[in-house]
C-alpha cells in the first residue's frame, strides 16, 4: 500500500491471488481490472499473480495462524469478519483461531499471552478494553517476530499495525441522522438517552460526537441520562428500561453499537416507544439484522453507522500475508464508513457486504471514506483523528 493508501502492484498481485482462490479464470480478473480502470500493468499484476503460491517471509518458522482475539462471542464477529478472514485464508496454508475474552480484559491478555506461547505467525484483536496492559504483550510479539494487528477501540503503541474506527465520525454521522429526522417530524427539543461507551475517551466519541451534532441545531437540547453499555449481554435491555422509565419523555436513544442497539430496541418497544415519526434510535455500528430495519422504513430503528468491517477484515488477511512475504506494511489504518438511514444506502453497501471478495466491492478497497493508511505510527491511546481529523 502506497502512502497515500492507494493500491500498489505488490497489493493488487495480493488481489489476484484471493481472487484466484475465489475460483476467477483469469479471464475475469482481467475483465474486473478494466471495470478498475486498471492500467495493462495493473491487470497484468493481478491476473498474472493468480495460482501462484503464498511464500514464506519473516513468519517462516512461526506457527500458520492467524489467531483472533473477539471480544464476545456474539453474533457480529462471526457475521461480518472471522467467516470473511476463513474465507480469505484458503489456499495459503494458514489457519484462523477464534477465541472470545467474554469482555474480560484479564482474559484478553491471557489469550494473547497463550497465542505469543504457542508462536502463532499472527495474532488480531478486536476489543473495547483498555489499552496498555497490551504495549508488554505487543514488544513480546514483535521479539518473536508475530505481527500483531490491533483492531480495538483503542491504539496500542508497539503494535505491528493499529486499525482505528473513526469514533468521532461515526458519531457525527448519527448525530446529522437524528438533525433530520426531529426537523422532519417537527420534534422542537430532543430529549437524549445514551448507551455509551463512557469510559473509554475514544469510544465514547460515538455519542458525544452525536450529541454534539444536535445540539448545534437545538441549543435546548436535553441529555437525560447516559449509561454505561457496550459488550455484556443484558446492559443493553436494562440501561435502556432504567433510562425510560426515569425519563418517560425521551425521543432519542443513541447506542455505542448494535450489541447493546439491539437489546435497546426491544426494551425501547416494550416501554411503548413505537412511533418511529416521535422516538429515533440510531447504532453506531450495523449489521444485518439492523440493516434490515432500517431498510423496512417502518422501524424506529432509524440509522446505523456501517464501518464495512468485512473489508477490514480482507484488509488484516491481506496485511498479514503481505508481511509474511516480507513486504512493507505500513503501521496505522483508519476505519471510516457510512451513514445508513434507508433502504438505498442500506443496498449500496450490501454491495460490498454481502461478499468483500466479490468483484463488485472490489472498489471500496480503494475508498478512502472506508480505508485510510498512514506511515505514522499510533501511540497507546492516541486518536486517529490526530492523523486524519475529523471537523
Excluded at 69 to 77: D, Q
Excluded at 159 to 167: E, K
Excluded at 230 to 253: E, F, H, K, R, W
Amino acid at each position: 500500500m502506497s502512502d497515500d493508501g492507494r493500491m500498489t502492484l505488490e497489493d493488487l498481485e495480493m488481489v489476484g491471488e484471493y481472487l484466484d482462490g475465489q475460483g476467477m479464470s483469469r479471464g475475469d480478473l482481467m475483465k474486473w481490472g478494466a471495470a478498475l480502470g486498471l492500467g495493462a500493468a495493473g491487470m497484468s499484476a493481478v491476473a498474472g499473480k493468480a495460482g501462484a503460491a503464498v511464500s514464506a517471509g519473516g513468519a517462516q518458522t512461526l506457527e500458520k495462524t492467524f489467531g483472533w482475539m473477539i471480544a464476545a462471542n456474539v453474533p457480529f464477529f462471526e457475521q461480518a469478519m472471522t467467516r470473511w478472514m476463513r474465507r480469505a485464508v484458503r489456499g495459503t496454508g494458514y489457519k484462523v483461531v477464534t477465541q472470545s475474552e467474554d469482555g474480560s480484559a484479564v482474559k484478553a491478555q491471557q489469550i494473547m499471552t497463550n497465542m505469543i506461547q504457542n508462536e502463532f505467525a499472527f495474532i488480531m484483536k478486536a476489543d473495547g478494553v483498555p489499552p496498555k496492559p497490551f504495549e508488554p504483550l505487543a514488544k513480546q510479539a514483535k521479539q518473536k517476530g508475530i505481527f500483531f494487528m490491533n483492531h480495538a477501540v483503542q491504539a496500542v503503541g508497539g503494535s505491528g499495525q493499529n486499525i482505528a474506527f473513526d469514533h468521532a465520525a461515526a458519531g457525527k454521522g448519527i448525530g446529522t441522522a437524528a438533525v433530520r429526522w426531529a426537523k422532519k417530524n417537527g420534534v422542537s427539543q430532543p430529549v437524549i438517552g445514551t448507551l455509551a461507551n463512557l469510559a473509554d475517551p475514544e469510544g465514547r466519541k460515538r455519542t458525544d460526537y452525536a450529541i454534539r451534532e444536535i445540539k448545534k441545531a437545538f441549543p435546548n437540547t436535553k441529555v437525560a441520562g447516559q449509561v454505561q453499555s457496550v459488550d455484556q449481554v443484558g446492559q443493553g435491555a436494562a440501561g435502556t428500561s432504567n433510562l425510560l422509565q426515569a425519563n418517560p419523555d425521551i425521543n432519542m436513544i443513541l447506542t455505542f453499537n448494535t450489541v447493546t442497539g439491539k437489546e435497546a430496541t426491544q426494551a425501547s418497544t416494550e416501554a411503548g416507544k413505537t412511533d418511529r415519526n416521535k422516538f429515533f434510535l440510531g447504532m453506531a455500528d450495523y449489521e444485518e439484522e439492523t440493516m434490515n430495519l432500517i431498510a423496512s422504513g417502518k422501524s424506529i430503528v432509524q440509522a446505523n453507522w456501517a464501518a464495512i468491517f468485512e473489508i477490514s477484515a480482507i484488509l488484516m488477511i491481506r496485511d498479514g500475508l503481505k508481511f509474511a512475504r516480507g513486504g512493507k506494511v505500513l503501521p496505522t489504518r483508519g476505519l471510516g464508513g457510512r451513514l445508513l438511514t434507508n433502504a438505498k444506502e442500506v443496498a449500496a453497501v450490501r454491495k460490498i457486504t454481502n461478499n468483500p471478495l466479490a468483484k463488485a466491492a472490489l472498489p471500496a478497497y480503494n475508498d478512502k471514506t472506508i480505508v485510510k493508511y498512514s506511515s505514522k505510527p499510533l501511540k497507546t491511546g492516541q486518536s486517529i483523528n490526530t492523523i486524519f481529523p475529523t471537523a
